[in-house]
């Protein structure tokens, strides 16, 4: 059944039939918001979140988008909206005289985020538009027009995202 077909069943009352949309998408997703988060727990949280938010709005949902760009899209947001509570904490903490920094608690993750350890450091060298955007191309094998619809920007706009990413990388391996 395709995401449309399961979007108007839910909006028709048949609310079981999201689950498969949560099967569909739950493991990219979940490696998505875990790539720009860097935190296991807060991109479990984001991702519950982007699902639940998705199906409370299906409504507004404009069926002449893909659904799956439109999740991805609640999904970015949460975690802008995560980054920004975390830097405003982070300023509360260290007005208090609070440096310390809590170490992230990783409980035995599944295979496909494990294998993203490494990808996350690497990851991490980038702002987060370009992380955002690289993500998207390399993991989701989403186009330029679809990152741009995502992150709200021109495409011409993604694509010198991409470029200063792969330079930075470049730059980032050759010193390894």
Known sequence: MDDKSI????LMGDEEVFELVV????????H?????????????????DAFVRAYFHLHSYDANRSFKTWLFTIAYNRCM????????R??????????????????????????????????SKLNKKER?????KWNEGYLS??????LGCKESTVRVYILNAKRKLKKFLEKK
Not at 23 to 30: D, F, G
Not at 96 to 103: D, F, I, P, S, V
Not at 132 to 136: P, Q, R
């Open 23 to 30: 099967k569909r998408y739950e493991i990219q997703l979940l």
């Open 32 to 48: 998505f918001t875990w790539h720009i988060l860097g935190d296991e727990d807060e991109a479990k949280d984001v991702t519950q």
């Open 145 to 150: 027009r679809e990152i741009a619809e995502i």
């Open 81 to 88: 909206d995560k980054i920004r509570e975390k830097q405003t």
């Open 132 to 136: 955002t955007a690289m993500t998207l």
């Open 7 to 10: 979007v108007s069943r839910c």
């Open 90 to 123: 982070t300023r509360f903490i260290k007005k208090m005289g609070n440096e310390q920094r809590l170490a992230r608690h990783r409980d035995n993750p599944e295979k496909r985020l494990e294998d993203s350890e490494q990808s996350l450091l690497i990851l």
